[in-house]
């Protein structure tokens, strides 16, 4: 039971390149987030998604993409990245009303 | 104005003392209140999780929630080195359609406790 995984770790794109953040879960749990956390902010809410084929915006969608085909993975994409988009992104999982789990992060930067 | 407010500290103990950890809320839509650890470049991991006011107590570990003042804290007694981290407090409104994916970060306090 690997719980939540994330790929890659670490990753330099240059402004204008797109990219997918990859997030897998095998604990069978109905609900997937993305978070970004910056110095100062915490971590603030991209996309999350309550089911395969159902997503929804967080507090800071703009400049990302989400689709959920399968229970188990819900990737992120980044369609142009800029320099802004430089953060830690994390994935969790959950079920409804209980404790979300999260990955070990994605470090972006965008150079 | 942000809706979840933490002092970002940083917050350096030595070891055996008591730490405070607090955070106020703006929204009283908030129901469910949490508090996440986060060591050095990991993810966050849940310490614990609150529904009503009053406190909640886990071994060293204590949380309270005052809905009436919109304020939550987590106490740590007998501080140890390993409790070095980023706490963050998390909170999520009543539970219904798609409010269950939805959580409220505060920005995190950096504890340090030294031997």
């Known amino acids: 039971n690997a719980g939540v995984t994330q790929t890659p770790k670490f990753q330099v794109l240059k402004t204008g390149q797109s990219m997918t953040l990859q997030c897998a879960q095998d604990?069978?749990?109905?609900?997937m987030s993305w978070y970004r956390q910056d110095p100062g902010m915490g971590l603030r809410l991209i996309h999350y998604?309550?089911?395969?084929?159902?997503?929804d915006q967080g507090e800071v969608p703009n400049g990302y993409n989400v689709s959920r085909s399968t229970t188990e993975d819900f990737p992120l994409r980044l369609l142009s990245a800029a320099p802004s988009q430089t953060s830690v992104y994390f994935c969790?999982?959950?079920?409804?009303?209980?404790?979300?789990?999260f990955g070990p992060g994605t470090r972006l930067l965008v150079l | 104005q942000k809706e979840v407010e933490q002092d970002p500290g940083p917050l350096s103990v030595p070891e055996g003392a008591i730490v405070s950890l607090n955070c106020t809320y703006s929204n009283s839509a908030f129901q469910y209140f949490m508090w996440y650890r986060q060591y050095s470049r990991k993810g966050p991991e849940l310490l614990m999780y609150?529904?009503?006011?009053g406190n909640k107590e886990d071994g060293r570990f204590t949380a309270q929630v005052d809905k009436s003042s919109k304020y939550i804290s987590l106490f740590i007694r007998d501080s140890q080195p390993s409790d070095s981290a980023t706490y963050l407090c998390a909170m999520r409104k009543r539970a219904g359609g798609t409010s269950y994916g939805k959580l409220t970060f505060g920005q995190g306090t950096i504890l340090t406790v030294h031997p």
């Open positions: 604990m069978n749990h109905e609900y």
């Open positions: 969790a999982s959950h079920e409804r009303g209980e404790t979300q789990y």
């Open positions: 998604s309550v089911g395969a084929g159902i997503t």
């Open positions: 609150t529904y009503s006011s």
